[in-house]
């Protein structure tokens, strides 16, 4: 059983989650979009999770379609109604239920031919995890960082989404602590490898194919992309940190702190954040 709100409420019409909590608050925020390829480069470092990319989409293709379907969809499950936001996880629940393989590269943990489905609560906790870690690192580096307590409370709402996609509670970690020993067990142990699919996808998330703009927005992208994956995964991945990029990203985080917070709503909240809360006013 998925719980979805702190209340009882059957009303298909009220939302996942409280606008007035840490979550929604987080979430609404436009600049999140910045720690998108982190997240991607994060999810692929696992074999199993790229070996079902890489078989089963346009990625390489299209790897920002797959960026902003997916912000879409997440959007929707926060700031949307029960009823949209139920369905929404139901379709992507249909979706993951077909992609199943065998991976084709041996890692030190996985052999060639060892099985994967994209609803494998495990695949699924890690995708989860990768959302929160850069979500929360992504919110504290350009706004006022969350307090501790704040965090808590981001990391407590933040499993409905976990529920949604069917990890059980016995793999759910059950606090923020706990979250982060499992992050960082999952960061220094075997399971993550970079293998040649997971490299090459890397490149289209750093260098997306865009027409007209192959490099330039590209550059942005990456750079944000390096800035926010953590230096082991930097390293696994062989990208280079260097001190043209160092300079550049200070630059970037300087801009963004002083404007972001005198913004107007408009310029700074996601749309779809912005008509949850114009129709819950009405």
């Known amino acids: 059983m998925v719980e979805l709100r702190r209340d ?13 909590g840490v979550f929604w ?36 293709e299209r790897p920002l379609r797959r960026l902003y379907r997916t912000v879409r969809a997440m959007q929707t499950i926060i700031c949307a109604d029960r009823g949209d936001a139920l369905a929404t996880a139901a379709n992507i629940n249909a979706i993951h ?30 995708v989860y995890a990768t959302l929160v870690a ?7 580096e350009f706004l006022p960082a969350l307090s501790l307590a704040e965090e808590r409370e981001f990391y407590e ?19 923020l602590e706990d979250f982060w020993c499992y992050w960082d067990g999952m960061l220094s142990g075997p399971v993550l490898e970079i293998t040649p699919t997971a490299r090459a996808l890397g490149f289209d998330i750093l260098h997306p194919p865009i027409t007209g703009f ?35 990203w200070g ?11 005198v913004l107007p709503d408009v310029a700074r909240a996601s749309r779809t954040a912005r008509r949850a809360e114009r129709e819950l006013a009405r």
């Open 8 to 20: 009882t409420s059957d009303d298909l019409t009220e939302g996942l989650f409280e606008r007035t």
């Open 25 to 60: 608050r987080v979430n609404r925020e436009s600049v999140l979009l910045l720690g998108g390829g982190a997240a991607l480069l994060l999810q692929v470092a696992h074999p199993l999770v790229a070996a079902g990319v890489a078989d089963h989409s346009d990625f390489r």
């Open 97 to 126: 239920r077909r992609v199943r393989g065998t991976l084709r590269e041996a890692t030190r943990l996985y052999p060639v031919g060892t099985p994967y489905r994209a609803d494998d609560p495990e695949l699924v906790l890690w």
């Open 134 to 140: 850069t979500s929360l690192g992504t919110y504290n």
């Open 157 to 175: 709402e933040s499993k409905t989404i976990a529920r949604l996609f069917g990890v059980p509670e016995s793999l759910l970690p059950t606090t």
């Open 214 to 248: 192959p490099y330039v927005l590209g550059g942005v992208i990456g750079i944000a992309a390096l800035a926010l994956l953590p230096p082991v995964l930097r390293e696994r991945y062989g990208l280079k940190w260097d001190r043209k990029r160092t300079v550049l």
């Open 251 to 261: 630059r970037a985080q300087r801009i963004l702190r002083t404007t972001l917070p």
